[in-house]
T-cell receptor, first 114, second 116 residues
Framework: DTGVSQDPRHKITKRGQNVTFRCDPI?????LYWYRQTLGQGPEFLTY????????KSRLLSDRFSAERPKGSFSTLEIQRTEQGDSAMYLC????????????FGQGTRLTVV | AQKITQTQPGMFVQEKEAVTLDCTYD???????LFWYKQPSSGEMIFLIY??????QNATEGRYSLNFQKARKSANLVISASQLGDSAMYFC?????????????FGQGTTLQVKP
């Protein structure tokens, strides 16, 4: 297993278009997280899955955002009707359930809305 | 609510010298974990070191050590013998136990530049 992978690495889209990002976690990890990071800031939590169940969503996750993790494997994050304020790095991470284990991050998808 | 504060937006250090990156936190959870991550310009977050709130000893991982002062709610990262490859953004993060979500709360980060 080579770690968490995200696709695409970069996405440029026009305002109003829909975009979808994919995350493939480390295979044995039960938990999968999505974070958003704007320039010069730390990542902010968006949502998380334990297996296929989406257990928490941040208030940052407006109704234009939806995430899925079918079958508890890969996950997708879709943004509908993109806005310029959605421009950011979207990071995916996965971890085991144990309290003292670290989360492993992917390289992120950088979204630019023009 | 949980909060992480990193008050140093940028730091410089001479190659081969040690540097301390500050982190203070606030939480009402009785049990929590503290993490440091490195983010190079490529964007990937790289785990460096972990400290549990009930750990008696400060965590160490190679050139990285965590100066954990629970009463002061601080968890400073010490990098010894800095290398040019240490130039990156560094984030302190906290995971609380309440709710058992495992989500991380990050600070604003500190940009470290190592001078040759």
């Amino acid at each position: 297993d080579t770690g968490v992978s995200q696709d695409p690495r970069h996405k440029i889209t026009k305002r109003g278009q829909n975009v979808t990002f994919r995350c493939d976690p480390i295979s044995e990890h039960n938990r999968l997280y999505w974070y958003r990071q704007t320039l010069g800031q730390g990542p902010e939590f968006l949502t998380y899955f334990q297996n296929e169940a989406q257990l928490e969503k941040s208030r940052l996750l407006s109704d234009r955002f939806s995430a899925e993790r079918p079958k508890g494997s890969f996950s997708t994050l879709e943004i509908q009707r993109t806005e310029q304020g959605d421009s950011a790095m979207y990071l995916c991470a996965s971890s085991l359930i144990a309290e003292n284990t670290e989360a492993f991050f992917g390289q992120g998808t950088r979204l630019t809305v023009v | 609510a949980q909060k992480i504060t990193q008050t140093q937006p940028g730091m410089f250090v001479q190659e081969k010298e040690a540097v301390t990156l500050d982190c203070t936190y606030d939480t009402s959870d009785p049990s929590y974990g503290l993490f440091w991550y490195k983010q190079p310009s490529s964007g990937e977050m790289i785990f460096l070191i972990y400290q549990g709130s009930y750990d008696q000893q400060n965590a160490t991982e190679g050139r990285y050590s965590l100066n954990f002062q629970k009463a002061r709610k601080s968890a400073n990262l010490v990098i010894s013998a800095s290398q040019l490859g240490d130039s990156a953004m560094y984030f302190c993060a906290m995971r609380g136990v309440s709710g058992n979500t495992g989500k991380l709360i990050f600070g604003q980060g500190t940009t470290l530049q190592v001078k040759p």
